[in-house]
């Protein structure tokens, strides 16, 4: 831990109907946690981003929150809104880069591995958690902790 998070530059869905990437820096001086998930359409991905949602989402919350697959972004839209899930949804689909520089790419299925990253206000990764087995959810108390220290 401690070290920094690597720069990141994904989509986003805006609600007029525009793509808009997103970098790591927009969100500088800011606690943020990374929702990494396989794909937003499968039952364990939707009930941890659910459960993320309900946790941590908060409109006047310090955090920023996000979560990032390699689903298109109008799928990611699609199940926010659907779900009324208040964060941000951001879609990795265009390059590889995140998913290597993150350490989370299952290039055989060019899907992203599960994994929470809690990134501290100085842009560094102050908590990781690679999920090995895809069908488990992550430890949100472990990261939750890390969050709250950082508050």
């Known amino acids: 831990m401690g070290a920094p998070a690597p720069a990141f530059e994904l989509d986003w869905l805006a609600s007029d109907g525009a793509v808009i990437p997103v970098r790591l820096s927009d969100s500088a001086g800011a606690v943020r946690l990374l929702n990494v998930i396989n794909s937003i359409d499968t039952p364990v ?59 989370v790419l299952l290039k055989q299925w060019r899907l992203l591995q599960r994994a929470v990253f809690v990134i501290d206000r100085e842009d560094r990764i102050a908590y990781a958690e690679y999920v090995p087995d895809q069908m488990r959810e992550p430890n949100y108390s472990a990261a939750e902790a890390v969050i709250k220290s950082l508050a």
Not at 54 to 81: G, H, K, N, Q, Y
Not at 86 to 97: I, K, N, W
């Open 45 to 103: 991905c939707s009930l941890e981003t659910r459960t993320w949602d309900e946790r941590l989402f908060s409109e006047d919350s310090a955090i920023r929150m996000s979560t990032v697959s390699m689903d298109l972004p109008f799928a990611l839209d699609r199940w926010r809104t659907e779900t009324h899930a208040g964060h941000q949804f951001l879609s990795a689909h265009r390059d590889e880069r995140f998913g290597v520089d993150y350490g």
